[in-house]
């Protein structure tokens, strides 16, 4: 029982840590990789860059540990289930997240290389900047869809499994399938970010349940 009580505190920690390098991760690196100069600001703001290439490396290895440390418990229920979202949640959305940390940390290398060139073909950088941001874009997209997807099958394998109240795993799904909406748009050039604030406040709900009331006792027990 203790054990399912400490899991349940890690998986509630390792949810408020992705989330907050996430949002830091953006705050330092979002602007400047953003701004219409970027080819002369990311060289000038080195160390954001940087600072937020690792935070995102932090995000992902700490969201990919979720399916990871919960697959004990959920494989009692539904051990193919489980394997998925260790391979959705964990293995590919891990993958994408080092890819956009590349790619950031290649802006930065393209950005230095333009402000040493004494006469720099500007074409040439710009035209490599664009298919350097283009990439993370369709990335990004990617990782959402992967990210819901994931989120899908735990918040399944939760509402299954009642280890938390029914309410916050329904939260959860709909949240998912509102969040995997916004990649699926975004590819055919609609915007709606919106849409993903559900999932993302109601991971927060979930972190703080977790930490403090941790995993239903009586589900815990029927297993």
Same mark, same amino acid.
């Given at each position: 029982?203790?054990?399912? @009580? ?22 330092? =690196? ?12 990311? =060289? ?30 959920? @494989? @009692? ?19 994408? #997240? ?60 939760? #509402? ?29 050039? =609609? ?21 403090? @009331? ?10």
């Amino acid at each position: 029982m203790n054990t399912d @009580k400490n899991i349940a505190r890690i998986v509630g920690i390792l949810f408020i840590i992705g989330t907050v390098a996430g949002v830091l991760s953006f705050v330092f =690196s979002g602007p400047v990789l953003e701004d219409p100069d970027y080819l002369v600001e990311v =060289s000038a703001k080195e160390n954001q860059v940087i600072i937020g290439a690792l935070l995102i490396l932090v995000m992902g290895f700490a969201l990919a540990m979720v399916p990871i440390m919960l697959f004990p418990i959920f @494989k @009692k229920h539904n051990e193919t289930l489980a394997i998925g979202s260790i391979v959705f949640r964990g293995v590919l959305e891990a993958v994408t #997240y080092i890819a956009i940390a590349i790619i950031s940390l290649l802006i930065l290398t393209l950005s230095q290389e333009y402000v040493k060139a004494e006469a720099p073909d500007a074409s040439y950088f710009q035209t490599t900047g664009a298919l350097l941001l283009a990439a993370e874009d369709w990335i990004t997209h990617i990782l959402a869809i992967v990210f819901s997807i994931g989120a899908l099958i735990i918040y399944y394998l939760f #509402y299954q499994s009642t280890l938390i109240p029914r309410w916050l795993s329904i939260w959860g799904i709909i949240g998912g399938l509102l969040y995997l909406s916004v990649p699926l748009l975004g590819i055919f050039g =609609s915007a709606l970010d919106i849409l993903m604030a559900p999932l993302a406040i109601q991971e927060m709900v979930l972190a703080v349940w977790l930490i403090t @009331k941790g995993f239903n006792s009586s589900a815990i027990a029927s297993e």
